[in-house]
């Protein structure tokens, strides 16, 4: 079967709602436990349910590699920019090639 739009775009925001559950773990650590709770479960659930429906014509290998591609840079980026994670340059040279090995994944597929 060959993936729609749709399949994509649900991908690529399951990706996102997988960086609002890693920003709920956050909340949950500082204390913020209610609202901390409803960020996992909505970031988390949303994440799955539209990752199974993305799955539906993208194969598995390429649908999970670029929802936790999305998902690593994306909490990476939020922990730099929110909360002064380490940029040192090897950090973001390893953050590189994982966007590099996810976008060579879709292009070998």
């Not at 609002?20 to 970031?43: E, T």
């Not at 949303?46 to 993305?54: C, D, E, V």
């Not at 999305?70 to 040279?93: D, F, K, Q, V, Y």
Request: charged share 10%; hydrophobic share 55%.
């Amino acid at each position: 079967m060959e993936p729609t739009t749709l399949h994509w775009i649900a991908l690529l925001a399951s990706g996102c709602f997988e960086i609002v559950g890693v920003a709920g773990f956050d909340r949950l650590n500082r204390g913020q436990r209610l609202h901390g709770l409803l960020l996992l479960v909505i970031g988390f659930g949303s994440s799955l349910g539209l990752l199974s429906i993305a799955m539906r014509s993208i194969d598995m290998g390429v649908a999970y590699a670029i929802f936790t591609g999305i998902g690593t840079l994306g909490s990476t980026l939020m922990g730099m920019l929110l909360w002064g994670e380490s940029r040192r340059p090897l950090r973001l040279a390893f953050v590189g090639m994982i966007v590099a090995a996810v976008a060579g994944l879709k292009l070998a597929s």
